[in-house]
């Protein structure tokens, strides 16, 4: 049953703007939303520590055309520890709902927030951004709209040096992909707490040739505010972290 106290239309409304990653939801499905007559929202699950406070979630629309459609909204803020305001992250695929927790409980949040007491702290957050990382399991590549998918990482890149046309017009042959956390970890950046992700993006061409997307996720901002970058190559990407550790 819908919100007596609030319309579809303003519950979705409410949903996409307060969600860090609502660009990346597929026109198709916010097309589809446009049409919902009704909706339903309930608590799919749920955790709570010192460093993480998580709950997930589903919320089901009743459309135009009598089909539904589900939304999983993740919301995360810091622990009685860790002190963070709450942010909202949304998926049209609870398979995606789920590796988003994951990643949060086995990411920076997780990670206790290293100190500025001294320079060699210091050193060692940028050595942690900076560190080769294990050998990667074989990829195992999925066949799911991946020029698409390819098109909307590099949309919502914000850094100037993101990868250009070219690579845009040679990930238009993409037809399958995998995405890989690389790299997760929350440290002091002008004294306060930024958290810093790193993820593979791989894709597989239609000439069986692949390439790679490299997304920095971070709140190394002035407002703490969550920032995407883009990167032809995982060396780049890693010096951006650790520019951004330095300047903010």
Do not use: K
């Not at 998580?54 to 002190?83: A, I, M, N």
């Not at 998926?91 to 007491?117: H, K, N, S, V």
């Not at 294990?134 to 100037?160: C, F, I, K, T």
């Amino acid at each position: 049953m819908s919100d007596p106290y609030e319309t579809t239309e303003q519950h979705l409304e409410r949903l996409l703007r307060c969600a860090l990653n609502s660009f990346d939801l597929s026109d198709t499905t916010v097309d589809r939303l446009g049409t919902a007559l009704a909706h339903s929202s309930a608590l799919h699950s749920s955790h709570h520590s010192s460093v993480l406070h998580r709950e997930t979630y589903r919320h089901t629309y009743l459309l135009s055309d009598g089909t539904t459609l589900s939304l999983w909204e993740l919301v995360h803020g810091g622990g009685r520890d860790v002190p963070a305001p709450p942010r909202h992250e949304l998926y049209d695929d609870e398979g995606d709902a789920q590796i988003a927790a994951a990643r949060l409980a086995g990411g920076f949040w997780d990670t206790p927030a290293l100190g500025d007491e001294s320079l060699r702290e210091d050193m060692e957050a940028l050595a942690l951004l900076m560190s080769v990382p294990p050998a990667p399991l074989p990829r195992m590549y999925a066949q799911d709209n991946s020029a698409d998918h390819a098109r909307r990482v590099l949309r919502r890149a914000e850094n100037g040096d993101r990868p250009g046309a070219g690579t845009a017009g040679l990930l238009r042959a993409a037809f399958a992909h995998h995405i890989t956390q690389v790299f997760g970890r929350q440290c002091r950046v002008d004294g306060r707490d930024a958290g810093f992700t790193l993820y593979e993006h791989a894709f597989l061409l239609l000439d069986g040739s692949e390439t790679s997307l490299w997304e920095v996720e971070h709140t190394a901002t002035p407002d703490g505010r969550h920032m995407c970058e883009v990167y032809d190559d995982e060396q780049t990407a890693r010096l951006a972290m650790e520019s951004r550790t330095r300047i903010c």
